[in-house]
């Protein structure tokens, strides 16, 4: 059973920084490929930056230069480092796994609100 568990948002005032955590366990963790996702109130679900297996990034236009994706394979980790939070970043959270290139499991969600 893949399991994935964030942790690390919160509210934060404008130009502040949060670190998401997301651990996953389950599955062979650094074979797979990792994503955040974001959903504010009235949008669609969107991917906010994603890595691969072998370390590729990519992230949305949005938060280029703000937010840094990271994984750490020993603990089953991945990260999303938030810098310069600004009031649009305010979503839920999730964190993404895709196991065998296809199939996807979602963590439960971390609330991210920043304030102006």
């Known amino acids: 059973q893949v399991q994935l568990v964030e942790s690390g948002g919160g509210l934060v005032q404008a130009g502040g920084s949060l670190r998401l955590s997301c651990a996953v366990s389950?599955?062979?963790?650094?074979?797979?490929?990792m994503g955040w996702y974001r959903q504010a109130p009235g949008k669609q679900r969107e991917l906010v930056a994603r890595i691969t297996g072998s370390g590729y990034r990519n992230y949305v236009d949005s938060v280029k230069g703000r937010f840094t994706i990271s994984r750490d394979n020993a603990r089953n980790t991945v990260y999303l480092q938030m810098n310069s939070l600004k009031p649009e970043d305010t979503a839920v959270y999730y964190c993404?796994?895709?196991?065998?290139?296809?199939?996807?499991?979602w963590g439960q969600g971390t609330q991210v609100t920043v304030s102006s």
């Open positions: 389950g599955t062979s963790f650094s074979s797979n490929a």
């Open positions: 993404n796994c895709v196991v065998g290139g296809y199939r996807e499991y």
